[in-house]
Structures are given as C-alpha cells and as structure tokens.
C-alpha cells in the first residue's frame, strides 16, 4: 500500500514538472509569449529548476537546451525511484539500468511532447468554435501553427471548415503508437 502510494506520489509530482518544463521549452522553440497568465504560470513554476540548469546547460541554436535537459533528468528521476518502489532489481549491470532509464526518459518527453501538441490543438479547435477571441487564442494559434500549415496545403477547407486539425490529431495518434512499441520495447529490457 505505501509503495502505490508512493508510485502515485512521485508520478504526479515528477509528471506536472516535466509537462511545465516541456511547454516552456515549446513556447521558447515556437514562439509563444510569455506575457499571458499561462506563460507566466509556467515561468513562475519551473524557474527554480531552470534558471540553475542555465548556468550549467547554454543555449544551443536558440533552443532552450538546459529547460529540456531539466525535464529529461526529472522524468529519469522519476522514472529510477519508480522503479526502486517497485523493488527493481536488475540482473545486469548497473549502468545497463542507468542507460535503459535515459533511453525510456528520452522516448517520455517525445511522447509528452505529442500529448501537449494534442492538447493545444483540442483546444484550438474548441477556441474556435466557442470563442474565437478569447486572450488565450493566440497561444494555441502560436503553437499549433507549425504543424497545421504544411497540412493545410494539402487538406483544403470543405464548406469553409478547416480538416487539417483532425488530420494532424490522427497523425499524432499514429506517432503515439510507435512511440508507445519503442517504449515498450526499451521497458522489456528491465
């Protein structure tokens, strides 16, 4: 019982940062601003973690390389003291856990990276319909836009209702199944 609890503990705390993490890392690479009441949520939620790394992690081509190496030690942390609760113990070596963990770490933050692009997109959708001019429009609009322009050209409108947010949700969906055989495939390893 004190392990589920445990498990369920470290998931939701672990999880909740590596999603901020992750979207502040978003907003930076698309653009987003900041100056909106989730921007700054998000900034005020992760700066104790961020701006440290920062000093350690620059930033690389205009990515925020240390806010991304963030989430990626968290969720490894996350996903080692999980694996401690359930009193893993592993047969081969210690670096071989080690590497396995990185490698599940790296495949989590793709696929949280799907669910938040899938989350922006449900949103817009539903902006659109409801309240197009909502404050809270133009971050979706910011972050959905890279991935719905190159499908527009090829989904044009149908009686003036816009496809392409369908066709990027079922593309994703496809995605979050190979990332989900790739996970399963590293996580067999243990």
Do not use: C
């Not at 719905?148 to 409108?157: T, Y």
């Not at 009686?159 to 990027?168: C, E, K, Q, R």
């Not at 949700?169 to 790739?182: D, P, Y």
């Amino acid at each position: 019982m004190l392990s589920q609890i445990g498990q369920l503990l470290v998931d939701v705390v672990a999880g909740l940062f590596v999603y901020l993490l992750l979207a502040r890392f978003h907003f930076q690479w698309l653009r987003v601003p900041f100056r909106n009441p989730p921007g700054a949520f998000v900034v005020a939620a992760t700066n104790w973690i961020v701006l440290p790394a920062r000093r350690i992690v620059p930033a690389l081509a205009g990515f925020d390389v240390a806010t991304l190496m963030a989430a990626w030690l968290l969720q490894g942390a996350a996903l080692w003291l999980l694996y401690a609760l359930k009193g893993g113990e592993s047969v081969s070596a210690p670096g071989t856990v080690v590497a396995i963990i990185a490698a599940v770490s790296l495949v989590d933050l793709v696929r949280y990276s799907f669910y938040i692009l899938i989350f922006a997109v449900l949103v817009q959708v539903v902006l659109s319909w409801v309240n197009p001019y909502s404050p809270v429009a133009p971050i979706f609009d910011s972050m959905t836009r890279p991935f719905l322009k190159p499908i527009r050209r090829f989904v044009p409108p149908i009686a003036n209702v816009d496809l392409s947010p369908l066709v990027l949700l079922v593309l994703l969906q496809v995605l979050l199944i190979a990332v989900a055989h790739l996970r399963e495939l590293a996580g067999a390893l243990f």
